[in-house]
């Protein structure tokens, strides 16, 4: 059909709209549709204007406004609800069309969907999207997974709406199957635990330093002149900033300190888990935000358990450069667990992801964009099998050159009763990555005194068991 659709949206929550305005304002013509009308209306009354925006008020509609083979983006939330679009949309199908899902599904999800799509010649890609609200509408960070050929379908159309790095733009084949939704896991996981650094780092100047909320959103803009560069440390600052309409106060005093989540995070914890990889800080993350929403629990046992609270006097410029260098440490071990971990899955998965076209659509548009990300895809491009940053002489350097400032602030932060579960298990990882020689010996012993469940010995090969009791 001439001048059809030639990409539509399910869904027109506010990155569904978004996005439609992002390709309508690149020339692409857009059919949208929405579950209820209301929506759609509202949506081209307060929002569209000159875009090529055509609406559709059934799916059979939808469905004949679209361009052959079709191009259909699912924006609805993550779940059950992906399925139900399906279902509702498989008999208006025909085979070659493509089905997109731009939500956070899980992985798993997506090999399923795509599987039974398949079975009916239909095509579907997992479409990992990031960067928010303002992202979807200037330019978000795009992780399409699924088959080549699919992705040939819509890859000039991506390209155009993604955010534009130095180094292109922010969308690449992210790989086979579920690979998409995969890869944007991994980055909501260094998402949680670069938040989870920065809170403790905020944490760490009110607490232990009594600063001021100004002068930490000040010490955050200045962090984000250097090696801390990136949208999260601004977006600190930003948030520190902002007061209170009503009580002038910053609002984020104000806030209650529980925080929420979605799932992705805990889906990257439990898929490291399952594939073997250590993933502590990206794990830690997740268990602090559970930890946080038991408030009345902490309340309660923090009445009864006293501890020193003290503030650590005058402090010089020094511990806030440790405290920098110390959320640095954190965030190169987040990167380095996040990707080995996007490399095991891409083994047992057969995904065939590269990371350095990864840490490439992540330099700009997403919520992880950072001044590492560049540093980062060069040591990976060094070696693009070694499933290690810390394998980089250079990498390392970064890392050991902070160790010490990390040390020292995990030790004030001890004395100030303040938790930093994100940099302790960061320089716990590198710790005992750099050991060659760890005490996981006397666990095996144990098992073995226990359980005959055998051991291995360092000065000769084979199976050992030993009545230690007897
Ligand atoms: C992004 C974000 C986005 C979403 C997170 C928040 O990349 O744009 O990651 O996808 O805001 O999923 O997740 P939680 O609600 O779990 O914090």
């Known amino acids: 059909m001439r001048n059809g659709g030639e990409i ?12 439609a305005l992002n390709f309508a304002r690149h020339g692409f013509r857009v059919c949208v549709y929405n579950r209820t009308p209301e929506r759609t209306e509202g949506f081209l009354r307060d929002r569209v204007r000159d875009e090529p925006i055509i609406p559709a008020y059934t799916l059979e509609e939808f469905v004949r406004c679209l361009e052959r083979p079709r191009r259909i983006l699912l924006m609805v939330q993550a779940g059950s609800a992906v399925d139900q679009v399906i279902e509702a949309l498989l008999p208006l199908l025909e085979p070659g069309d493509l089905v997109m899902d731009g939500g956070n599904s899980h992985y798993a999800d997506t ?41 040939a379908m819509v890859e000039h159309m991506f390209i155009r709406i993604a955010a534009q790095s130095e180094e292109g733009p ?21 998402e949680y635990a670069f938040m989870q650094g920065i809170a403790e780092a905020y944490d760490f100047m009110k607490t232990a330093l009594g600063m001021p909320v100004e002068a930490i959103a000040e010490t955050f803009e200045r962090w984000n002149e250097g090696a801390l560069n990136a949208f999260l440390t601004e977006l600190a600052a930003r948030v520190l900033r902002y007061r209170d309409p009503e009580s002038g106060d910053p609002l984020v005093e104000r806030i209650m300190d529980r925080a929420e989540q979605k799932g992705t995070g805990r889906w990257a914890a439990q898929s490291a888990l399952e594939l073997g990889v250590p993933a502590p800080t990206l794990t830690v993350a997740v268990i602090a935000r559970t930890l946080s929403y038991f408030k009345t629990d ?22 806030l450069a440790d405290l920098e260098a110390a959320l640095n440490l954190m965030l190169l071990a987040a990167f380095s667990q996040g990707l080995w971990l996007l490399h095991e ?8 992801t590269d990371r350095a076209e990864v840490l490439r659509v992540w330099r700009a548009g997403c919520i992880i964009r950072a001044r590492w990300l560049g540093f980062l895809r060069e040591i990976v491009r060094e070696d693009p099998e070694d499933p290690h940053l810390l394998f980089s002489a250079r990498f390392r350097a970064e890392l050991q050159q902070r160790l010490p400032a990390a040390g020292r602030v995990l030790r004030w932060a001890f004395e100030a009763g303040v938790p930093m579960p994100a940099l302790s298990t960061a320089v716990d990882y590198v ?23 055998t051991y291995e010995r360092i000065d000769r090969p084979g199976v050992f068991h030993t009545e230690w009791l007897d």
Do not use: T
């Not at 009864?304 to 410029?317: C, K, N, T």
């Not at 710790?431 to 469940?453: E, K, T, V, W």
């Open 170 to 190: 922010c969308c690449a084949y992210m790989g086979r199957g579920g690979a998409g939704h995969y890869v944007k896991m991994v980055h909501n996981a260094i």
């Open 111 to 151: 090999e399923r969907r795509m599987q039974n799509l398949a079975a009916h010649g239909i095509r579907f890609l997992g479409v990992g999207i990031s960067g928010g609200e303002k992202g979807a509408l200037l330019g978000p960070s795009i992780m399409p997974g699924g088959s080549a050929e699919a992705y």
């Open 8 to 19: 539509g949206i399910i869904g027109l929550a506010v990155m569904g709209q978004n996005l």
């Open 345 to 352: 899955a891409s083994r047992v998965y057969s995904y065939g």
């Open 431 to 453: 710790l005992s990555m750099r050991r060659s020689r760890l005490p996981a010996n006397l666990i095996q012993a144990q098992r073995d005194a226990f359980g005959a469940h």
């Open 298 to 319: 902490r309340e309660r046992i923090g009445a009864g358990f006293p501890w020193p609270d003290q503030r650590l006097g005058p402090f010089s410029e020094g511990v």
